[in-house]
Nanobody, 118 residues
Framework: VQLQASGGGLVQAGGSLRLSCVVSKIIFKIDEMSWYRQKPGAQRELVASIHSGGRTDYVDSVKGRFSIARDDVANTVTATMQMNGLQAEDTGVYYC???????????WGQGTLVTVSS
């Protein structure tokens, strides 16, 4: 399994960014795709998740502004997160996470930096 994340950058407050994570070389189904972020000086936190059946979960601070989606094709999963109405508090390094139920497995992509200027 390989994860490749992209889409971070510098944006002004109120702007938008779209993060993408491509999971390739999948043999067993990926049950859950998630985006985490780590703000400066803070622990990594879960931002949004999407399950294989389509159910989504969001941390309260991003509800109504962020939207996560996934596209499963053959042995590849692409998870995207559309981030609108970005705020300075959204600044951080965003990490893609893929979780598999059976056999159990968890994989992380490299972080992508999102900087929101106020």
């Amino acid at each position: 399994v390989q994860l490749q994340a992209s889409g971070g950058g510098l944006v002004q407050a109120g702007g938008s960014l779209r993060l993408s994570c491509v999971v390739s070389k999948i043999i067993f189904k990926i049950d859950e795709m998630s985006w985490y972020r780590q703000k400066p000086g803070a622990q990594r936190e879960l931002v949004a998740s999407i399950h294989s059946g389509g159910r989504t979960d969001y941390v309260d601070s991003v509800k109504g502004r962020f939207s996560i989606a996934r596209d499963d094709v053959a042995n590849t999963v692409t998870a995207t997160m559309q981030m609108n109405g970005l705020q300075a508090e959204d600044t951080g390094v965003y990490y893609c996470n893929a979780r598999r139920g059976f056999p159990q497995g968890e994989y992380w992509g490299q972080g992508t930096l999102v900087t929101v200027s106020s």
